[in-house]
């Protein structure tokens, strides 16, 4: 097991000192005989306090080294914890989709309830329609690169010139805007330099991987084909252009959100609220 830090442990000492509170000294303890894996483990339920304070102090000594990655917890598996996640995540999805499916194909129908739903899954259908409008002209669909890795391109091998360099990957259903890509100065340049390695690669989806999370379990993410991603990021663009025309700001939602946090902290007009696997649960 690898030492920890001396002067981290310094400060977390420090902050329990300040916190003052049963829970700080337990996280204390725990810390000081090397229990890590209770440590992490340890959770705050605010059902069981009558003051927001108090708290507010348990859960930051608590949550302070959760996603600290230098701990060694005999027994814990973080890849797999993140595997199991996924398919957990994809059961639910896929409970959910089968609920659901009655609706998109017109029955049948035995609740009362069933109605109300239609109505409201029409009038959300109608105000997507609406907001997103026509197909974009190719002129104005700008597709590009993302910092990350892909499918082929991986490691310390995913700048654009990587990129451009290899072989491009796409799934099946993707081929239908191949056409598209087939104009771009990136495929002259492939066909030209390396034509043996022009013609895409067709591959069955994206690559699940983790990447570390916290002390207990990694997060799952999924590395996309080359042209995949080329082609989603300009359809994201597309998309936020669009929304920011109804006040929907995606492209600087993250700060405004971070400012409205900081104001509801400070006033207390609203809680935020964080849910386990939502972008994973979204069907």
């Given at each position: ?227 995949n991603v080329f082609f989603q990021l300009g359809v994201g663009d597309v998309l936020k252009r ?42």
């Open positions: 097991m690898s030492a920890f830090p001396q002067q981290l442990e310094k400060v977390v000492q420090a902050l329990c000192e300040d916190a003052d509170t049963p829970r700080s000294l337990a996280v204390s303890m725990l810390l000081k005989y090397r229990e890590y894996g209770q440590l992490v483990s340890l959770t705050t339920d605010p059902g069981r306090y009558t003051s927001a304070e108090r708290y507010f102090l348990d859960v930051s000594v608590t949550e302070l080294l959760r996603k600290y990655k230098g701990f060694e917890i005999p027994g814990i598996d973080r890849a797999g914890v993140a595997l199991a996640n996924f398919w957990r995540s994809e059961k639910a999805c896929a409970q959910t989709n089968a609920r659901m499916s009655r609706f998109l194909h017109n029955g049948p129908f035995e609740d009362p309830a069933d109605l109300q739903a239609i109505e409201s899954l029409d009038r959300m259908k109608n105000w997507i329609s609406d907001a997103l409008g026509d197909l974009p002209s190719w002129r104005s669909f700008s597709a590009h690169f993302g910092p990350g890795a892909t499918f082929r391109d991986v490691g310390k091998y995913t700048t654009v010139p990587d990129k451009m360099s290899n072989r491009p990957t796409m799934t099946q259903s993707c081929s239908l805007l191949l056409p598209f890509w087939e104009r771009t100065a990136w495929a002259s340049a492939l066909i030209e330099s390396n034509p043996c390695q022009s013609h895409p690669e067709y591959v069955q989806g994206n690559r699940f991987t983790t990447v570390p999370k916290d002390a207990l379990k990694d997060r799952g993410i999924a590395i996309e084909p080359s042209l669009r929304l920011r025309r109804l006040g929907l700001d995606m492209k600087n939602a993250q700060s405004i959100h971070r400012q409205v946090a900081c104001e509801a902290s400070s006033g207390g007009a609203f809680s935020t609220i964080d849910l386990s696997n939502a972008s994973d649960t979204v069907s």
